[in-house]
C-alpha cells in the first residue's frame, strides 16, 4: 500500500509534468494554426490570380446566383414591393456590414471582453479587424473584378460601387466572428463555471457566420468565387 509520502510523490510529480504537457499540446496547436493559415493564404492566392485573370462571371457562378433566387423576370426590377421573405431577410444580414453597423459591433465586442478583463483579448480584435479590412482592400484593388449586373440574369439587390472579390462582408464578419467564437473555446472560458451559458450565443454566431455567404449570394451582390475567397 502507497504511504502518504508516495502519495504526495506521485502528486508532486502529475504537477510538475502537466505544464510540459500543456506547452507541448500549445506548440502542436500553433504548428497546426500556422500550417492551417499558410494552406489557407495559398488557396486565396491561387482563387485570387484565376478571379485576376478572369474577371468576368463565370456561367456556373451566375447559374448557381439563380438557384438561390429563384424564377424572376428578366431584366430584374428589385424593389420592396416585390421582394419575397427571403429577400427580406438577405437584406438584414446584409445590413449588418453597413458602415455604421461594421464599425459598431467590433467596438461592441471589445467592450465586452474588456468588462471580463480580457484586455489582452480585445486589442488583438481591434487589430484583427483593422488588418483584415486592409488586406481585403488590397487583394481587391489588385484582383479587380467587377460585380455582376442585372443584364447578366440575376437580381441585383443594391448596386455597389466597389470591386467584388473578396467579399468584404464575408471576411469581416469571418475574422470579427471567428476571432469571438475562438475566445469563447479557449481554456480560461472552457473552465468557467457558468460556460454553459455561452452555448446558445455560440450557435447563433456559427449560424449567422454561415448566413452571410447565402446573403451575399442571394442579394446578387457577390458571386460564389467572391464569397468562397472572403
Known amino acids: 500500500m502507497a504511504g502518504p509520502a508516495d502519495l504526495q510523490a506521485q502528486q508532486t510529480g502529475a504537477n510538475a509534468a502537466e505544464p510540459g504537457y500543456t506547452k507541448r499540446r500549445s506548440g502542436r496547436r500553433l504548428v497546426l494554426g500556422m500550417i492551417l493559415w499558410i494552406v489557407g493564404v495559398a488557396i486565396l492566392a491561387a482563387v ?7 474577371p468576368k ?5 451566375l447559374d448557381f446566383t439563380k438557384i438561390l433566387q429563384w424564377p424572376h423576370t428578366f431584366p430584374c426590377l428589385y424593389n420592396a414591393r416585390t421582394r419575397t421573405w427571403i429577400d427580406a431577410d438577405a437584406d438584414l444580414i446584409n445590413s449588418f456590414n453597413d458602415p455604421i453597423p461594421s464599425v459598431a459591433i467590433p467596438i461592441l465586442g ?20 483593422l488588418s483584415a479590412i486592409g488586406v481585403w482592400f488590397a ?18 439587390h443594391r448596386v455597389i460601387a466597389a470591386y467584388s472579390f473578396p467579399s468584404g462582408h464575408v471576411v469581416h464578419d469571418v475574422v470579427l466572428f471567428g476571432f469571438l467564437l475562438y475566445v ?14 455561452l452555448l446558445p450565443l455560440q450557435l447563433l454566431v456559427l449560424l449567422y457566420m454561415l448566413s452571410v455567404g447565402f446573403a451575399r449570394l442571394e442579394a446578387g451582390e457577390h458571386l460564389l468565387i467572391d464569397v468562397l475567397g472572403g
Open 110 to 129: 471589445m467592450i465586452i471582453l474588456m468588462l471580463f478583463r480580457r484586455f489582452r483579448q480585445a486589442i488583438l480584435l481591434g487589430i484583427a479587424v
Open 57 to 61: 462571371p463565370w456561367a456556373f457562378e
Open 48 to 54: 485570387g490570380f484565376v478571379a485576376h485573370t478572369h
Open 139 to 156: 487583394i481587391e484593388m489588385y484582383v479587380g473584378r467587377p460585380r455582376a449586373i442585372p443584364s447578366e440574369g440575376i437580381c441585383v
Open 184 to 197: 469563447s473555446f479557449s481554456e480560461p472560458v472552457r473552465s468557467w463555471r457558468y460556460r454553459w451559458v
